[in-house]
């Protein structure tokens, strides 16, 4: 196995691809810098000589020192997502799928993080969102009928 391959298995277990960037988190807080996996390992974006360069945190990545942490997945102009929603607060929550065009309902899913690559991660959200209507409707003292 040469290098490419052996980081793009390691970039899957950490659950990311070679070459998407990702943050790193360290205790709690989270670095400001761009890192990614390449066939060279672990690297960081330096900002002022604005190119890759190996990172001293691979050790760290690879033991479980630090967290990876993946950007938000953002659909592009066009790009089918997923996200979930009720017709009535008394009706069953379904996943459906839309077509990205930067409009009002787009944005308003975008600001609820309701906004999924693929139907399996809208199914995995509807528990979340189900408690967050349920929440909402408490808080407001809202009553199903």
């Known amino acids: 196995m040469d290098n490419k391959e052996l980081w793009k298995d390691i970039a899957e277990n950490f659950g990311v691809e070679l070459e998407e960037v990702f943050s790193l988190e360290f205790e709690g807080e989270l670095f400001n810098s761009k890192y990614r996996f390449s066939g060279k390992g672990l690297e960081f974006w ?12 691979e050790h760290s990545v690879l033991h479980d020192e630090c967290k990876i942490k993946k950007k938000p997945w953002s659909p592009k102009t066009g790009e089918i997502y997923y996200c979930v929603a009720r017709n009535a607060i008394n009706e069953p929550t379904y996943v459906y799928s839309r077509v990205w065009a930067g ?11 309701n906004i999924f690559k693929t139907h399996k ?6 528990p979340i969102f189900e408690k967050k209507l349920e929440e909402a409707l408490k808080e407001r003292e809202l009553k199903v009928e």
């Open 46 to 57: 330096n900002v002022l000589e604005e190119r890759w360069e190996q990172s001293t945190y």
């Open 121 to 126: 991660e809208a199914e995995e959200f509807i």
């Open 103 to 113: 409009a009002f309902g787009d944005i308003n899913k975008l600001l609820l993080d």
